[in-house]
């Protein structure tokens, strides 16, 4: 789309540069898709290029994995199989390619578009914001005057386009603490239609053993995450998301209906409830057949309607 109220790209990585009609531009897919109101009525008249930031897309660590906000999709896609990572046997690595693939995303998209970009964004559907917020991820955010902050993946995302970012605040990197890559994990994904965004979205994963953490995204306009002291029975996690997701918090637009939405909330709870509940190394647990690992162009489809 062309942005015609565009008067200067800046290369810039200091948020003390930033002032009102400017806005970050990382992979800049939805920028320019959105075009010059991309963040309200007023038009943006700066660009800040993080392009060459120079930030290192991907630093391994005893104590987890640091993603640069502009790690690319197919950076972040290509990780399970380098030998630092590799060699660590971490779980949740598992993770990673099932939440790039629910992009659905074309050539130049998978290759430009970014970690921070898409968390940023806020879209209940990103899988970025999938991936982080189930993964007890920690954002790093980089203020005016030199200041700095952290805050969980699962509270910077507020809403539906909305995230807690101040005017001119940056999304530096995100922190996923080695303990959650550790966890045994399960994941969940549906569409209305093949290789359509993602209406529902369910990761858990169970923490040295028997805590289970389970994430909600897309079917809920900001992530929801429930945390147990072990594993619930089916009654116990049903009435704990009944607490968690009040009716109207469920997403709805031309993806999903509320009301199926949270259907298949249950549902794909109970479905992970029941994998995980399988010990580990038994015979994996097969429901309807069209779930764990997810794998392009093959994709979950809405039933009964």
Not at 15 to 22: K, L, Q, S, T
């Amino acid at each position: 789309m062309d942005m015609n109220s565009i008067e200067a790209v800046v290369q810039a990585t200091d948020p003390a540069d930033w002032r009102d009609g400017d806005a970050w531009l990382a992979g800049g897919t939805v920028l320019f898709s959105y075009g010059s109101y991309a963040f309200g009525p007023e038009p943006l008249k700066r660009l800040l290029d993080l392009g060459s930031a120079g930030w290192t897309p991907v630093t391994v660590t005893e104590d987890g994995i640091e993603l640069a906000a502009t790690c690319t999709v197919a950076e972040l896609y290509a990780l399970p199989d380098s030998p630092e990572v590799a060699q660590r046997g971490w779980p949740a690595l598992d993770l990673f390619r099932p939440c790039c693939d629910s992009f659905v995303a074309s050539f130049k998209v998978w290759n430009m578009s970014t970690v921070g970009g898409n968390i940023c964004t806020a879209l209940p559907a990103g899988p970025m914001t999938s991936l982080c917020a189930a993964l007890d991820g920690v954002a790093t955010i980089l203020g005016p005057g030199g200041t700095s902050r952290t805050i969980p993946v699962t509270d910077l995302v507020t809403g539906d386009g909305t995230t807690c970012l101040a005017p001119g605040e940056l999304l530096r990197s995100i922190h996923l603490p080695a303990s959650a890559l550790a966890s045994r994990v399960a994941f969940r994904r549906l569409s209305l239609s093949n290789l359509g965004r993602s209406g529902v979205l369910l990761i858990g994963r169970l923490d040295a053993g028997t805590p289970l953490v389970l994430t909600v995204t897309a079917a809920t306009k900001r992530p929801v995450q429930l945390r147990f002291g072990h594993l619930p029975q089916a009654a116990a996690l049903s009435a704990a998301l009944d607490g968690a997701v009040p009716d109207d918090l469920y997403h709805d637009d031309v993806h999903g209906l509320p009301a199926w939405r949270k259907d298949m909330t249950y549902r794909l709870a109970e479905e992970i409830r029941a994998e995980l509940a399988v010990p580990e190394g038994a015979p994996d647990l097969q429901m309807s057949g069209d779930f764990w690992p997810p794998r392009v162009p093959r994709r979950p489809q809405q039933e009964g309607v």
